[in-house]
């Protein structure tokens, strides 16, 4: 492995993990100039690992869930990569209940990684669509655009 790459990959169903995914993204390119691949884990095949440093994994929250092909991702074998995990929920979002999401859907999650050592999670705000209605909107790319900043200041490294 040469160079300092960063893969994003992420796993969207209403689409608030794929403009977070590409927030920090921007962010990482923009202010530490590195160089980023996004990968819509849905969409695309998973890249060869053996090329990136740094990986963030996104992934949306429903019925209390991370969704399964972020899961699947989670079982690779990141030995040696500096690994960042953060989910979209609406309970995330909800004023009060963030700690308690961040507990239930990141932190849970990641005890059945256990040789994943992140070095940043985050839990972020979500958004309900029905009938091309939005339901309820709690995203918040500010929160997301500050965690990239902190992200970027240890990819760097
Ligand atoms: C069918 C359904 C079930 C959901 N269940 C939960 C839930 O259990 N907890 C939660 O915090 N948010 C829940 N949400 C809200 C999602 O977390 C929100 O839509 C988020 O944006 C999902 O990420 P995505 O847009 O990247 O798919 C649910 C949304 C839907 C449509």
Redesign the pocket.
Known sequence: MEGNKTLIA???????????AKKIAEVLRSKYQLEVDLVDLNEEKVPELTQYRNIVV????????V?GKAKKFLENDFNGKQIAFY??????G?PG?HDN?KTR?VENTLTKYPKINPVSTEAF??????LRKTM?DN?DMSKVEAWAEELGKKFIW
Not at 10 to 20: C, D, F, L, M, Q
Not at 58 to 65: E, N, Q
Not at 87 to 92: C, E, G, N, P
Not at 125 to 130: F, L, S
């Open positions: 992420y796993v969207t169903k209403g689409g608030a993990t794929e403009e977070s996104g992934s949306g929250v429903r019925a209390g869930m969704y989910v979209s929920s609406s309970m995330a909800t209940s999401a859907f705000g979500g958004r309900i669509r029905y309820l995203t």
